[in-house]
């Protein structure tokens, strides 16, 4: 049997050094013989008692489905409001019954949620996001990032809102010889592990992934963040937090990004709004194609990419709608 291997780091943001404020962030890891789980919670950071609030979800996302580990839920996991809208129920009851224990507001803590789960007795994987934390699921049939899409929302979903299944995202999926694992990480990682409103993992985040084949997970992750951190000059100023977990034999290589071709023939990354050598906007270039029909934008140029001839007949097509 393959050896599940897994680690996380935590850094701790340059502002909230600087101005003293705690880190919001949390991840918490259990294993057993029926199971592993490990979850992440980015604090929200406008509210005092965000720390506290992700540290009781994280630990009670784990235990909860820990408890599930008995018990063969693939099914009710893929039913969309199914089993996570019972996870974020349970686990929103549980950190607001230790708010009050405390004495604490529950309204002055929230935190996000990312989390997988692996059934070692069933066979079977379950993955969820709630707000701008993501999840990656790494498998030999493609990866794919689960997290917020809507640009429109005004902020960051959160465990104690209203009806917060509706704005998650989660996927069950068989293990089989297809899952290698899984990378979790707060929003402070976007564009260099995923982006938002996409599905798209970056081929650079196959080094963190690849950290759990080193000899100390941890010390290689904080050493990774800590180089993003130092290279991003300054733009990764908040808490970082990032976890794998892995059961691949060796280092694991990552698709090309997925890109999308401008009319002058340029190929941009599909987080860019405009082409890098004409300029042209995205939106207006390919706003005759629905991309949702295709399963997303992703998905669609993942597919294009790699039939180069179709991509270009579509690209001819919809600029000739446009004249
Ligand atoms: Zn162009």
């Known amino acids: 049997m393959r050896q599940w291997k897994y680690g996380y780091t935590i850094r701790i943001g340059e502002k909230h050094l600087r101005t003293g404020a705690v880190c919001q962030d949390s991840v918490f890891a259990l294993e057993d013989e029926k199971c592993i789980v490990m979850a992440l919670c980015d604090g929200i950071g406008s509210l005092p008692l965000s720390g506290r609030a992700a540290q009781l979800a994280a630990a009670a996302a784990c235990h909860i489905l820990r408890k599930c580990a008995d018990i063969n839920f693939y099914h009710h996991a893929e039913v969309p409001n199914g089993m996570m809208k019972d996870l974020l129920e349970r686990v929103d009851r549980f950190v607001t019954g230790k708010f ?33 934390s993501a999840v990656c699921l790494i498998r030999k049939s493609g990866n794919i990032c689960l997290t917020e899409s809507n640009a429109n929302l005004e902020s960051t979903a959160s465990l104690h809102i209203r009806e917060p299944w509706r704005l998650a995202k989660s996927e069950a999926f068989r293990l089989g010889d297809d899952f ?49 951190v130092r290279q991003s000059g300054g733009e990764l100023d908040d808490d970082i937090s990032i976890a794998v977990l892995s059961r691949a034999v060796g280092d694991v290589i990552f698709p090309q990004d997925v890109t999308w071709l401008c009319a002058c023939g340029a190929r941009n990354r599909l987080e860019n709004s405009y082409c890098f050598r004409c300029g042209r906007d995205f939106l207006t270039l390919y706003s005759r194609v629905s991309f949702a029909k295709y399963g ?10 790699q039939h180069a001839a179709l991509e270009r007949r579509i690209l001819d097509g919809i600029t000739n709608q446009n004249k």
């Open 180 to 228: 290698f694992g899984a990378i979790l990480t707060s929003d402070g990682m976007d564009s260099e592990i995923y982006t938002k409103n996409s599905s798209q993992v970056f081929r650079r985040a196959q080094v963190y992934f690849n950290a759990a084949q080193s000899g100390n997970v941890e010390q290689t992750l904080a050493a990774l963040a800590e180089r993003a």
């Open 100 to 132: 009050s224990e405390e004495g604490a507001d529950r309204s002055q803590g929230d935190s996000t949620l990312a989390f997988v789960f692996v059934s070692k007795l069933f066979d079977f994987g379950f993955a969820g996001c709630l707000g701008d």
């Open 296 to 305: 997303g934008k992703t998905q669609f140029f993942r597919y294009a990419n």
